[in-house]
């Protein structure tokens, strides 16, 4: 176990930082197609100075809440440095929420104040953040009169000295997505993130030496904890992405050596690949020894990934085959596990990595295994609590102080872990016996042409799996004989899965759903996970045709009528 020391928190860091390498670049921001601007320690710790010098003045007592409603870039790093460095609590902003899921958490958090860049829908600003709440804007968004960071940098003196933060302050108050219901304010210390941060840089042998491209959401765990706060402590290069579309070519600027991720962006990422060689032809030069190994290296590069030392992918499950796929690919892929309450636990060591596992618990980590099968966690990142709930708080813990998880797991001798699928999510067929569903929706996901996939027969005989099509694979049903030959290979895969599952789980038909399934229809969160309950309610109308239908392939609406999903 690392031993916690308060020299090595987030600001202690930032100050060894400026001094020992004030000319080694830290932040790298591309902006108007193609353009860059860089950051060294020194410039980023002075920008950071002087912006907790702006929020000191403000004089709001200790301990206040500052949020963060932004898109990933290199002012979110720096205002987070900022509150901390001002005395006071960050509370990041999914920038895909909507305006009223915006407001409730401020209003909830109490926060005084709110740096704001650019979200998803560009009214979430103006509609989400109440009035009395001060506002500082990121350059990457118009100020129209408000505080503009720039402008603030510019006319405030630094801080003076280096202002630190008790091990056991409040940090940050991480709010749930909300798979279940409303978020959840998770308060987490310095201690916590330190924690996690040290441990993975002494397991990974992460030097200062890394590069990291930053495009998952910043107010997720694995974004925050996993490549926020390593980078902070380890002190390596984070570079960002615009967007979507120059996406490849940030990635390709990056080259990075650490690279997060989650599911269904990986999905994309493979999707993407073959809409350049079909899956069957690539199968066929991966056969081949002499052409092997110079097409995978290629993919790898093109994908800009060639130079990927640890690749880890979280928030979900990821289905086996895909890992498998990766990583016959030569990408050094593994599967983590964590949540918010408990940032991440389980990571694979290296050398161990075990298809359909998340590795055992990392150095500091207490687990067991209760009646039910639940994973229970104790260790220095354990929650505070939640805010303002002590009912919720309560319940969230064992008497002797582990975390209840939520998860099923299977728990090996040697201490690897495999997630079964969520306690509350398991559902009851008719039949009297228990589904648990994520472990199912995985493998259906391992077919190219699924790019979401929701299980569903609650008091059915059997269960029925509903599935989103990516959008390369509806494009290719404009055609009776392509309709029916994606209908033919989703029957494939799913009788391929129903002979690994037992009878009562077996899935008896798949239903194709019109999409698309977004955060902004709120059909999934901000982590491009399901929202399990929402997704019931939204097809139960159509249960009861679809399951007396006798194909094992059914259609939400004609096939020439399915609208193309967006692209997350």
Avoid at 343 to 372: F, Q
Avoid at 397 to 410: A, C, K, L, M, Y
Wanted: hydrophobic letters at 40%; one cysteine or more.
């Amino acid at each position: 176990m690392v031993s916690l020391r308060e020299g090595d928190l987030a600001l202690q860091c930032l100050y060894r930082w400026e001094r020992e390498r004030p000319g080694q670049i830290f932040l790298t921001q591309p902006f108007d197609g193609g353009k860059v601007r860089e950051w060294t320690w020194a410039q980023a710790a002075d920008e950071v100075r002087r912006m907790a010098a702006y929020l000191t003045a403000q004089d709001w007592e200790p301990g206040t809440r500052v949020a963060i409603l932004s898109r990933n870039c290199a002012w979110w790093i720096m205002a987070d440095l900022a509150i901390w460095m001002a005395g006071y609590v960050t509370v990041p902003v999914y920038p895909s929420l909507k305006a009223q899921s915006v407001r409730q958490i401020l209003e909830h958090s109490e926060a005084k104040a709110c740096f704001v860049g650019p979200t998803d829908d560009k009214e979430t600003a103006t509609l989400g953040i109440p009035d009395g709440v001060a506002r500082i804007c990121f350059p990457t968004v118009p100020a129209n009169g408000l505080p503009a960071w720039d402008a603030v940098v510019a006319a405030t003196e630094r801080i003076g000295g280096d202002p630190t933060r008790r091990a056991d302050d409040l940090a940050t108050i991480i709010y749930t997505s909300g798979t279940t219901g409303t978020p959840k304010g998770v308060m987490h210390r310095f201690t916590a993130l330190h924690f996690f941060a040290a441990t993975a840089s002494e397991m990974l042998d992460l030097t200062a030496e890394e590069r990291v491209i930053s495009y998952l959401p910043l107010a997720h765990i694995v974004e925050r904890v996993g490549l926020e706060g390593t980078a902070i402590f380890a002190g390596f290069h984070i570079f960002f992405t615009e967007g979507l579309e120059t996406f490849l070519a940030d990635l390709q600027r990056a080259r990075p050596t650490i690279f997060l991720s989650v599911p269904r962006l990986l999905l994309k990422f493979q999707q993407g690949v073959f809409a350049k060689i079909p899956q069957e032809k690539l199968n066929k030069l991966l056969r081949l020894p002499i052409i092997d190994r110079y097409t995978k290296r290629r993919i790898l590069r093109q994908l800009g990934l060639g130079t990927v030392r640890h690749a880890a992918c979280g928030a979900a499950p990821l289905p086996t085959e895909i890992l498998l796929w990766y990583r016959n690919l030569g990408l050094d892929l593994a599967e983590g596990y964590g949540m918010t309450e408990a940032l991440i636990t389980h990571l694979p060591r290296p050398g161990s990595v075990r298809p359909g596992y998340v590795g055992s618990a990392l150095d500091g980590v207490e687990v067991k295994v209760n009646e039910l099968g639940e994973l229970l966690v104790k260790s220095p990142m354990n929650m505070l609590g939640y805010y303002k709930d002590p009912q919720a708080t309560k319940a969230a813990f064992t008497d002797d102080g582990f975390i209840r998880t939520g998860d099923v797991v299977h728990l090996e001798p040697d201490g690897q872990v495999k997630i079964i699928g969520r306690v509350k999510e398991q559902f009851k067929t008719s039949k009297g016996k228990y589904v648990a569903p994520a472990p199912i929706e995985s493998k259906l996901m391992a077919h190219s042409a699924v790019d979401a996939c929701c299980l569903m027969g609650a008091g059915l005989p059997s269960p029925f799996a509903v599935v989103l099509l990516s959008a390369d694979a509806r494009k290719q049903c404009s055609t009776a004989g392509e309709q029916k030959a994606l209908e033919q290979s989703l029957v494939a895969q799913m009788e391929h899965v129903n002979a690994q599952l037992d009878p009562h789980e077996r899935v008896k038909f798949i239903a194709i759903a019109d999409g698309p399934w977004t955060v902004g229809n709120g059909l999934m969160t901000p982590t491009l996970k399901i929202k399990r309950s929402v997704l019931e309610g939204r097809y139960q109308a159509f249960v009861d045709n679809w399951a007396t239908h006798s194909s094992p392939v059914v259609w939400e609406s004609a096939p020439d009528r399915v609208v193309p999903a967006s692209v997350q």
